[in-house]
Each structure stands twice: as structure tokens, then as C-alpha cells.
């Protein structure tokens, strides 16, 4: 499994949007890229994944770069509440589905 | 839809003591994993289950965890003896199949004194 780079932290405020970049430069082509959260005392949340193409849902949108190599996770209004490290891992398509968290990024949303 | 459901959240014991965990998946969901995070780390994969069947076991302590899945539903995750590293939350989560999407339940926090 590809391994992945994120910033350590970040800071955003209250209504801009978040940009949460990660590295993946050794992806390979039937490889995803996964996002998810985790709010402080609460398990892992699922935000959204992607393979090739950008991707959008009602939590976040994802930016993925034409040679794959790095994504963009982007909450278009960050609140109090997305205060959470956020985490990119890649993927392998089917497979057993094993997940390998890294440290993530801590995204600290003030007034 | 009720998700993962663990019991209990917290549980505080002293090394060489014994300790389970237990897990409720999303109804219908086929496969389940146990997950140790210690703090400030991402979580760790101990176990995957498909089914009642194990799929993946390679970064389970043998010599002291256990794990089982009766009638592929709940799940049980034993410790014994107790480590003073084994202090960690311990999450549960579970996918449809195996290829989907992982959802997670809140984790039991584990202090070992």
C-alpha cells in the first residue's frame, strides 16, 4: 500500500473554506485515496474517497491532480465542529480493505 | 440505521489482569475489524473478520489477544495477560462487504496500571 504525507496541522477560520493537502506519490493506478476524521473521544468518520476523478459530497469535496500523486481534501465552510485530525490513506482496490491510518492532520477551526 | 455499537467505553485494569471488549456491527454488514489506537497515533489494524471467518491476523498479539466472531455478528476482543502498553482506545468498525467502506463505532479506552 502507497504510503501517504500530510501536514502535521492546520488552523482555518470559522466560515472560510479548508484545504487539507496530502502526498501520495507512490500511488499506483488501482489504488484509492481515502479521508477520514476523527473528532476528539469519537471513532473514525468516513468523509469520502476517490480513484481518478474529483469528487463532492455533502461533507467535502476531493481534488485529486491528474498524475494522482497528491489530493486536496475541501470543507467549503469549516464550523467548530470539523475541529478534527483529519486522515488521507490509500487504498487498494479489493483486496482485504486494510486501512493504514498515518498521524493525520490536526485542523484546529476558530472563531 | 443504529451503527457500531461497543461495550464498554471505558475500562481501567492492572497489568496481568484480563479484559474483553465487545462489538455489535451495522446490521447486515459482513465484515469486521478491530482496530488499537494508541494516543496520539493513528489506529492499528489487529483483526479482520469475514464473516465468522478471520482474513486478517497479522498484527494481533497471539500471545495475549484473542479475537471471535460467533455466528458472524458480534465480536468479542479478549486481552490476557494485560501490558502496561496495551493502554489504548480499541475500535470496532465494520463494511457491507469486504471492499467497502469502513464505519467505525466510538471505541473503548483502555487504561492498564
Known amino acids: 500500500d502507497a504510503k501517504t504525507t500530510q501536514p502535521t496541522s492546520m488552523d482555518c477560520a470559522e466560515g472560510r473554506a479548508a484545504n487539507l493537502p496530502c502526498n501520495h506519490s507512490?500511488?499506483?493506478?488501482?489504488?484509492?485515496v481515502y479521508w477520514y476524521r476523527q473528532i476528539h473521544s469519537q471513532g473514525p468518520q468516513y468523509i469520502i474517497h476517490?480513484?481518478?476523478n474529483n469528487e463532492t459530497n455533502e461533507m467535502a469535496s476531493l481534488i485529486i491532480t491528474e498524475d494522482r500523486k497528491s489530493s486536496t481534501l475541501i470543507l467549503p465552510h469549516a464550523t467548530l465542529r470539523d475541529t478534527a485530525v483529519y486522515y488521507c490513506?490509500?487504498?487498494?482496490?479489493?483486496?482485504?480493505?486494510?486501512?493504514?491510518f498515518g498521524a493525520g492532520t490536526r485542523l484546529a477551526v476558530h472563531p | 440505521e443504529a451503527g457500531v455499537a461497543q461495550s464498554p467505553r471505558y475500562k481501567i485494569i492492572e497489568k496481568r489482569q484480563s479484559v474483553a471488549f465487545w462489538c455489535n456491527p451495522i446490521?447486515?454488514?459482513?465484515?469486521l475489524y478491530w482496530y488499537q489506537q494508541i494516543l496520539g497515533q493513528g489506529p492499528k489494524l489487529l483483526i479482520q473478520?469475514?464473516?465468522?471467518?478471520?482474513?486478517?491476523d497479522s498484527q494481533l498479539p497471539k500471545d495475549r489477544f484473542s479475537a471471535e466472531r460467533l455466528k458472524g455478528v458480534d465480536s468479542t476482543l479478549k486481552i490476557q495477560p494485560a501490558k502496561l502498553e496495551d493502554s489504548a482506545v480499541y475500535l470496532c468498525?465494520?463494511?457491507?462487504?469486504?471492499?467497502?467502506?469502513?464505519?467505525f463505532g466510538p471505541g473503548t479506552r483502555l487504561t492498564v496500571l
Open positions: 468498525a465494520s463494511s457491507l462487504i469486504r471492499t467497502d467502506t469502513q464505519y
Open positions: 507512490t500511488i499506483s493506478g488501482n489504488e484509492y
Open positions: 476517490g480513484l481518478k
Open positions: 490513506i490509500v487504498r487498494l482496490s479489493g483486496g482485504y480493505n486494510k486501512l493504514i
Open positions: 446490521s447486515g454488514h459482513a465484515t
Open positions: 473478520f469475514q464473516n465468522n471467518g478471520v482474513v486478517d
